[in-house]
């Protein structure tokens, strides 16, 4: 049982289990969201299991710690409407897919706006009020919006569920969050 958050399950947590050892911790990153998971280990080196659906959040361990990055400035670029409500980040479970969309980004939002920014490659995202909705705008590499709007849009096809219908599978080499079952939609974790 670990009392600080991971990125994801660092491997010599898996090498000191042996099968039917578990492993519960909470599941987080740069955005600070979290999910509360216990894996129980198989014969075959797989740790799988579900979140508790709980809202509890420890903070990151040193080594999963963000990296520094500069001061924000806002850069032009692709702009378009918006597919999904900016504020489904600001519930919980909304808030850990995001930030499972795009493990490397961080969050913040004010009043009236949210913003990604990148910090592996400096790309950002951000949304401001228009009409009848909401625009975002997405400069650099990776369009972030895209991300997180498409695990939020597959998030509410499937009811919006609670953290609690999600899942986990922890290999040597991989580790993937699922959406109902293993073979459900999934998100990779940064390992």
């Known amino acids: 049982m670990a009392t600080c958050s991971v990125r994801s399950i660092p491997r ?6 042996r099968e039917g050892g578990t492993i519960t911790t909470t599941i987080s990153g740069w955005m600070l969201a979290s999910g509360l998971i216990r894996l129980t280990m198989g014969e075959d080196g797989t740790a799988t299991g579900r979140f508790t659906g709980d809202t509890i959040g420890y903070m990151l361990a040193r080594p ?48 009236d706006s949210v913003i990604l920014v990148d ?12 009409d009848n909705g909401w625009t975002v ?17 597959t998030w509410k096809e499937a009811g919006a569920p609670d953290q609690s219908a999600f899942g986990m599978t922890v290999t040597d ?3 993937t969050v699922w959406l109902g079952e293993p073979d459900g939609p999934s998100w990779q974790l940064p390992t």
């Open 137 to 153: 705008h997405q400069h650099g590499p990776l369009p972030l919006w895209d991300q997180v709007e498409g695990a939020l849009t």
């Open 64 to 111: 999963h710690e963000r990296p520094p990055r500069p001061s924000l400035i806002q850069h032009p670029g692709s702009t378009r409407t918006t597919l999904v409500d900016p504020a489904l980040i600001e519930t919980w479970t909304g808030h850990f897919l995001a930030q499972l969309a795009a493990p490397s980004a961080e969050l913040a939002s004010t009043s």
């Open 173 to 175: 080499d991989t580790q």
């Open 12 to 17: 010599s947590w898996l090498w000191q289990l």
């Open 119 to 130: 910090v592996a490659t400096g790309s950002q995202a951000w949304t401001e009020p228009a």
